[in-house]
């Protein structure tokens, strides 16, 4: 998951600057590009996973990152390309959660008239290194269907999601936490869903748990109003912390369950151990069709 801000600067002293968006979100590239204003951090556009001002004045300024997520954030402050390049970037570094950084100073040549700075932000820390450690399965169920198993066609072929599982389960089925952890992230005023990808791919309710490993499990297509669990929280594992659904990009009701990781400005999915009351699931290869699923 990325999300890219631009903030534009004018010589003006009387003019603040202010983040925008530059470029739309992408399902593929993870969850949560996408926010409802009312749950918007204060200063900050909906949907930024960080966000970035500038303070100060004249011909020196400084860069002040704000993490809107309860984890780690890796961002990426530049300019635009092609830019007569300032000292100090372009940089890269790592946010604690809820952290509001000066990440650099900035000294503007003489007569410069505009300014742009463009923030890329991924969540995790790259330095993460994940464990091989069983997951319970997130749901209490001793049969149930897999409907897209990893590296399935329909939206399992990308890293951020190659080692997915969609697991089919009717509407109200309550989530449990595969593992423990903190939640870092959530969204889940989203209703409705479709397999257009401009206008679906964004509103898959899901929340997102940061492990003591810094792995982070994703579990999206959440019903509306279908979290009970909120940022910062602790969770243990089997504990109830949502209600499956059938938002976003999707079409049937299911559970899409993935472990990601930040692989350097770039989410990674992780291939996992799941055990079930019957054991350690195993997964089939994708049918011919695309179809790929498998009883248990």
């Known amino acids: 998951m990325r999300r890219i801000l631009l903030l534009t600067l004018l010589a003006c002293p009387l003019m603040a600057p202010a983040a925008e968006s530059n470029g739309g979100a992408d399902w593929r590239g993870g969850w949560g590009l996408v926010r409802p204003a009312d749950q918007a951090p204060q200063g900050a556009r909906s949907g930024t996973l960080a ?38 970037l372009p940089l890269q570094t790592v946010l604690p959660g809820s952290a509001s950084v000066v990440v650099a100073r900035l000294q503007l040549p003489p007569d410069t008239e505009r300014l742009n700075l463009l923030l890329d932000a991924v969540p995790g820390d790259p330095a993460a290194r994940p464990q091989d450690v069983a997951y319970q399965l997130p749901f209490d169920a001793r049969r149930f269907q897999v ?21 089919a389960l009717p509407e109200g089925t309550p989530v449990l936490a595969a593992r423990a952890g903190k939640v870092m992230q959530v969204q889940g005023n989203f209703s409705g869903n479709g397999r257009d990808p401009a206008r679906d791919r964004d509103r898959a309710n899901f929340i997102r748990v940061l492990h003591e490993d810094g792995s982070m499990a994703v579990y999206a297509h959440l019903r509306e109003n279908g979290v009970l669990v909120r940022s910062g929280q602790r969770v243990e594992a089997g504990q109830r912390i949502g209600v499956s659904g059938n938002t976003g990009y999707s079409t049937a009701p ?28 195993h997964f089939a290869r994708e049918a011919a069709d695309g179809g790929d699923a498998a009883s248990h």
């Open 254 to 281: 299911h559970l899409h369950f993935v472990v990601q990781a930040n692989a350097g400005m770039q989410l990674r999915s992780i291939p996992v151990r799941i055990v079930a009351p019957q054991g350690e699931l």
């Open 51 to 88: 966000s970035v001002k500038l303070e100060g004045g004249a011909a020196y300024w400084q860069a002040r990152v704000d993490n809107h997520l309860t984890g780690p954030v890796q961002i990426a402050l530049r300019q635009d390309a092609g830019a007569a390049l300032l000292p100090g």
């Open 147 to 167: 409907s897209q198993a990893p590296q399935g066609r329909f939206s399992h072929n990308d890293a951020e999601n190659r080692d997915a599982v969609d697991f």
